[in-house]
């Protein structure tokens, strides 16, 4: 494995320290996915997506895809949040059309007491090892970003059976059984703080907690079962890898003011969707953490030139100074053209150095 004094270009963990930068890095969640046809051309190949990602080899070609196209700062892990579910023998199939579903849900006490806490090295050695394969063949080009879902995203999968629109079996048992449900949290976050910890070990040089329903959480239900698992977790991972900071972001879609909690968390930034300006959010989290956002996915359907005027809008909200990482609100959308992800790119390099001078 390469050292990180080898690393050609780390902006982007200085940025996540907010240490001082020539200009702001880019990276985009969902970036190795759909909208680009030789992912898709990778995903035929696999068969299925669930071996797309128990393949090391084929994870790893499709995680660096991405960065033969552009000149992105990271890249990130080409895995799935479901995938502990998966090791503690839930059953996940991915269903075309439908998205995941979970074939032994976890209804009750009794179901959540047979549940394990999956050996990294054993249920979950494929993740590990394609770590361990990206980060040889990144060869120090850019930093590789780990990550897993967050206890209570990871939950609702689990308890739903799947994708939901109104979470409404997760809810019940939060509201008539929460005990079960701390269990199952308790459980899931165990499993994550191992999981995160051996992507660490493997190669990982950031790690992203993906918190994609806390916001469908009242703000106490949310302190309560999302915030307090997601701080347990960052406060156990491993704080240093090969003489540097394995910096940590935390996201949760649709957090706006719930960010000024989130702040406290010990951890080096923040996601912010764009349902919140970076400007406000600054305002709730202060110098304390760095920021990642927030350009709204949907703004990559637009031309060229529109793109290049909202990123402009993002680096201004952000304003002067260092900390800041852009990104999308959320993963980009399948449809989206991949020279219009360009346009998004070369606009945050050409612009952003102003903010640094």
């Not at 990778?42 to 994870?59: D, H």
């Amino acid at each position: 494995m390469n050292s990180q004094s080898n690393l050609k270009n780390d902006v982007f963990l200085r940025a996540l320290q907010c240490q001082p930068v020539p200009y702001t890095p880019v990276w985009m969640m969902r970036q190795a996915g759909r909208y680009l046809p030789e992912y898709r051309a990778t995903r035929a190949k696999a068969g299925s997506f669930l071996n797309l990602c128990q393949t090391p080899e084929l994870a790893c070609e499709v995680t660096l895809q991405p960065l033969a196209r552009f000149p992105l700062d990271a890249a990130i892990l080409f895995s799935d949040i479901l995938t502990i579910p998966h090791a503690m023998g839930l059953g996940l199939q991915f269903e075309t059309g439908e998205g995941p579903v979970i074939q032994r849900p976890v209804r009750s006490a009794a179901d959540v007491s047979k549940l394990g806490v999956p050996d990294p090295y054993q249920e979950l050695r494929y993740v590990v090892d394609a770590v361990s394969l990206i980060r040889r063949e990144l060869a120090g080009r850019v930093p590789l970003i780990g990550f897993a879902g967050s206890p209570w995203t990871v939950a609702t999968y689990c308890v739903e059976g799947g994708s939901s629109r109104d979470f409404a079996k997760i809810k019940a048992m939060m509201y008539q059984e929460p005990s079960t449900l701390h269990a199952l949290l308790k459980v899931l976050t165990r499993a994550t703080i191992e999981y995160l910890n051996a992507q660490i070990a493997a190669g990982a040089q950031a790690v992203m907690l993906f918190d994609t329903w806390g916001s469908v959480l009242t703000p106490s239900a949310y302190r309560e079962f999302s915030l307090a698992y997601m701080a347990q977790i960052v406060a156990e991972l491993k704080r240093e890898a090969e003489g540097r900071v394995v910096p940590r972001v935390v996201f949760t879609k649709g957090a706006g003011p719930l960010l000024a909690e989130m702040a406290k968390l010990e951890c080096e930034a923040l996601g912010v969707d764009w349902m919140t300006d970076l400007s406000q959010a600054r305002q709730w989290v202060g110098e304390r953490k760095a920021l990642q956002g927030n350009l709204d996915p949907s703004v990559l359907y637009a031309s060229p030139d529109r793109i290049r005027e909202e990123v402009v809008k993002v680096l201004a909200s952000y304003g002067k100074g260092h900390g800041h990482v852009f990104n999308l609100g959320h993963g980009i959308h399948p449809a989206i053209p991949p020279d219009h992800a360009a346009a998004m790119i070369q606009a945050v390099h050409e612009f952003s150095p102003k903010y640094h001078a």
